[in-house]
């Protein structure tokens, strides 16, 4: 037996850290939305019980280190499953980019050995366990918008943005999320109007996200890596309705919602860095 999942990467509209916890996680709150650059999960039944993971990118593991394995072990020492599987990972999402990768992939693969296995776990029993594994894949496991609390695994459900373009570029570096909350100074931090996103969101306003754009963690990644900032700049002088660093960083993405304008965003960025991206926001979670 053979199935897939589209394992989609998520942009952060906005993410505010709140304090550090005493049990070394940041406290913050996020509101995140899935788009239109997935990676493709093929998932194929293994009798013999034993777990393989493959993909064709030389930046992911192998092995148990890949998140993707670590979803399917979790569920199978869980639910004491005999059968075992062997995962694809068609990679088309950039990796260490604050883009979710990993995350959405090991939440696609909850999903699909829930199916492979004949589980019948609901959707939060899937978003439980994968709080086990990394604090953005239960949001990874429902997709669509969400508001995120905790250490991001706590979500409610948002209404799906207007549609727009979203152009993401990626710089050549990648960046440790580590490294940007060790560099994370709160006091004097700029912290994004959490509330003010939500209420734009369940007005449908495209406008007022714009506004309302904003991240902790940008200005930390714009001082280790300065072409963040100038990738910002281009974008900016380009003609895009907001701007924004996405997660750690360093992909920074665009908000238009005029074809022509995220045209030339896309082409004025294409000259100055390799990966980048036209594609639609998606909002919406995709099994309602
Ligand atoms: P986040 O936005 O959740 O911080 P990210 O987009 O910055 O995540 P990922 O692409 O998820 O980062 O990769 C982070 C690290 O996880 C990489 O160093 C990579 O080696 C490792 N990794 C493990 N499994 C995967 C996977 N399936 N896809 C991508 N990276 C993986």
């Known amino acids: 037996m053979q199935l897939f999942e589209k394992a989609p990467a998520k942009i952060n509209l906005s993410l505010d850290v709140l304090y550090k916890r005493e049990d070394g996680f940041h406290e913050v709150e996020m509101v995140m939305t899935t788009v239109d650059l997935a990676d493709r ?21 192998n092995d148990e280190r890949n998140l993707a394995y670590r979803a399917a072990k979790l569920i199978k020492d869980r639910y004491e499953v005999e059968e075992g599987v062997r995962i694809f990972i068609e990679k088309n999402i950039p990796v260490a980019a604050g883009l979710a990768g990993g ?38 496991v429902y997709g669509g918008t969400g508001h995120a609390t905790g250490r991001g695994e706590k979500i409610k459900a948002l209404p799906a943005p207007p549609p727009c373009w979203v152009v993401l570029a990626k710089p050549p570096v990648g960046v440790s999320t580590q490294t940007v909350y060790q560099n994370l100074n709160l006091e004097g931090a700029l912290h994004p109007d959490t509330q003010g996103m939500i209420a734009a969101i369940q007005r449908f306003d495209f406008d007022g996200i714009c506004d309302h754009v904003g991240n902790t963690l ?12 100038q990738i910002k700049d281009l974008m900016h002088h380009a003609g895009a309705d907001a701007v924004l660093m996405s997660g750690s960083g360093p992909t920074v993405f665009s908000l238009v919602d005029q074809d022509a304008r995220a045209q030339r965003i896309y ?22």
């Open 267 to 288: 082409n004025s960025l294409k000259g100055f860095c390799h990966e980048v991206y036209m594609v639609r926001m998606l909002g919406y979670r995709e099994d309602t």
């Open 103 to 140: 995350s959405s992939d090991a939440a696609a693969v909850l999903r699909g050995v829930n199916r492979l296995w004949g589980l019948n776990l609901s959707t939060d029993q899937l978003a439980e366990l994968g709080a086990e594994i990394g604090s953005d894949v239960s949001f990874c």
């Open 41 to 61: 999960i093929e998932l194929n039944l293994l009798e013999d019980g034993s777990i393989r993971v493959e993909s064709e990118s030389r930046f992911v593991p």
């Open 218 to 229: 940008e200005g930390v990644t714009l001082k280790l890596h300065e072409e963040v900032g």
